[in-house]
């Protein structure tokens, strides 16, 4: 079993950045990969990024990427997703999640989720 909960949301202005931790209780945490999704009010909940168990290898999604970074620090058993030139759009419920196998974009491959946090970008 394994409960993550996530920190760091908050209302930022457009342009502005953001941090996002997701802090996991799994013993075992380094051997799970790690994704972070998020969830628009009346949107389906979508792929924002993942990284590997090793943080070797991730992934994005195209709206994201070169804004978005995602890392991991297994010795503190959280993974990070940093959040650069925010824009209106992203605005959303922020949610990780984990799963004992390589990365995935898919939100049903994922066995454990976070109660998510919120992220208001103003215009």
């Known amino acids: 079993q394994v409960q993550l909960v996530e920190s760091g949301g908050g209302l930022v202005q457009a342009g502005g950045s953001l941090r996002l931790s997701c802090a996991a209780s799994?013993?075992?945490?380094?051997?799970?990969?790690m994704g972070w999704f998020r969830q628009a009010p009346g949107k389906e909940r979508e792929f924002v990024g993942a990284i590997s168990w090793s943080g070797g290898n991730t992934a994005y999604t195209d709206s994201v990427k070169g804004r978005f970074t995602i890392s991991r620090d297994n010795a503190k058993n959280t993974v990070y997703l940093q959040m650069n030139s925010l824009k209106p759009e992203d605005t959303a419920v922020y949610s990780c999640?984990?799963?004992?196998?390589?990365?995935?974009?898919?939100?049903?491959?994922?066995?454990?989720w976070g109660q998510g946090t919120q992220v208001t970008v103003s215009s």
């Open positions: 799994a013993r075992t945490f380094s051997t799970y990969a």
């Open positions: 999640a984990a799963r004992a196998r390589t990365i995935s974009r898919l939100v049903r491959e994922y066995d454990y």
